[in-house]
């Protein structure tokens, strides 16, 4: 065998033994994880809500904390909407809420919710709702709608805050009388909210105060 071949021989099994050692390492190299998904991380301003948040019969779709449902839903069809043929929403006043309700090591989040007749006063609100959104499986989607259990006739409606934590959400219920200003209401409750089978169901609210019964 010439000088040149028994050369040639022994750089081949070099390249052939090292290609070799390089597939299989690749084979053996563990596979990197995808990145999750961090709920901490939304842009708030531009979610979409469940139509349900404000009666809508279909999704609704935040620009900059603000959208525009129309028609008006029936449950409004007769209160003053200052010639305007819709509801407004308007989110992201408050900060959002997070807790681990799954229990899951993840964390959830709600998002508050203020249906009103575009007038631009607190007397032009007609609901107060969270919506809860988790981001379990890599993407956002809605675990459900926190609202007011307790809501008295031809008054303002009930105003919410919320604490997450495993298995349920506890909502504080400031509710109005027929003798509160708009700036005051004096009614106080709690709904805890329990979480199973991936579903949020409120429990009978506990009225801790009644509202007042004298006019200011």
């Known amino acids: 065998m010439s000088r040149l071949r028994w050369l040639l021989v022994v750089v081949g099994a070099i390249l052939s033994s090292s290609a070799a050692t390089g597939f299989g390492a690749e084979r053996s190299r563990p596979a990197v994880a ?3 998904f961090d709920i901490h991380k939304v842009d708030w301003a531009s979610v979409t809500l469940p139509g349900a948040a404000c009666d809508a019969s279909k999704p609704i779709r935040l620009h900059h904390g603000r959208a525009f449902v129309t028609p008006i839903p029936r449950r409004w069809s007769r209160d003053s909407f200052y010639g305007k043929r819709g509801v407004t929403v308007d989110s992201g006043w408050e900060a959002v809420v997070f807790g681990d309700l799954a229990g899951s090591g993840e964390d959830d ?3 508050n919710v203020n249906c009103n007749n575009g ?3 607190a007397d032009g609100a007609l609901l107060y709702s969270w919506v809860i959104f988790s981001g379990r499986g890599g993407r956002l989607s809605v675990v459900g709608i926190v609202t007011p259990q307790v ?4 008054v303002l409606p009930t105003i919410l805050t919320i604490a997450i934590a495993p298995g349920k959400i506890t909502a504080h219920e400031s509710f109005y009388g027929p003798h509160d200003a ?3 209401s004096t009614g106080r409750a709690t709904t805890t909210w329990t979480y199973a089978d991936e579903a ?5 609210p506990v009225i801790t105060k009644h509202p007042s019964t004298t006019p200011p």
Request: aromatic letters at 0%; a neutral charge; charged letters at 10%.
């Open 34 to 36: 995808a990145s999750s």
């Open 109 to 111: 989040a709600g998002l």
């Open 119 to 121: 007038g631009g006063t």
């Open 151 to 154: 809501q008295p006739h031809e």
């Open 182 to 184: 708009t700036c005051c």
């Open 200 to 204: 949020l169901r409120p429990g009978v």
